[in-house]
């Protein structure tokens, strides 16, 4: 779970260590995955500040839970993270810790999906039309919804699959915000997995209202 962004678009606040219904977004991203029966490891990503000196809810939560440092990109951060879990893995599954709205049973579908070589993303499906445009911002094509999908997370891939996709990335200095980018990148096949709409990434300051909303509605 990477969690070391500086949250530019959010003023500069780290989005994991917002409140959000009286608890750490970071938190509810966690607790879904805490719960599952086959989670038996979590890295968790910080920033090198809040590595130093982590929050004491956050060094008591679990003991699977391991706190490592972070890099300076979103894939840095998973790339340290991944080498941080037991090799004897399975799979692993990569999401962003500004998630707090994940479900067990999109976590399930994800789990389901995944094949010997195949990775699962979990997303929603576009119901916008969508223009492509020039750098002047002129439409230069109208793209088929029916075949684009919002990528959310989490993400799961067989660990060897996903070691091969960053080590690779990362012998060469290639980053992307995306998982499933580099895995594609080395060949290896991704399917699109229904997630859900409330399954929003705390981005904006508009955001936590919206999940407020959706955890109310949950009776959260």
Known sequence: MPAA????????????????????VLLHSLRPFLAHPQVTAVAVALGASDHQKPPGWLLELDPRVELVVGGASRSESVWTALQALPPSLDLV????????LVDRSTIDRCLEAVGPARGSVAGWPAVDTLKAVDGHEIVTETVPRSKIWHAQTPQVFPRDLLFRAYESAMGVGISDTDDAALVERVGGEVRMVLGSQENLKVTRPEDL????HFLRQRGG
């Not at 962004?5 to 750490?24: D, N, S, T």
């Not at 209202?209 to 407020?212: H, I, V």
């Open 5 to 24: 962004g500086l949250g530019q678009r959010m003023g500069g606040v780290r989005k994991p260590f917002l409140e959000l219904a009286g608890e750490p």
């Open 93 to 100: 599954a990569v999401h962003d810790a500004a998630r707090p």
């Open 209 to 212: 209202p919206l999940a407020e």
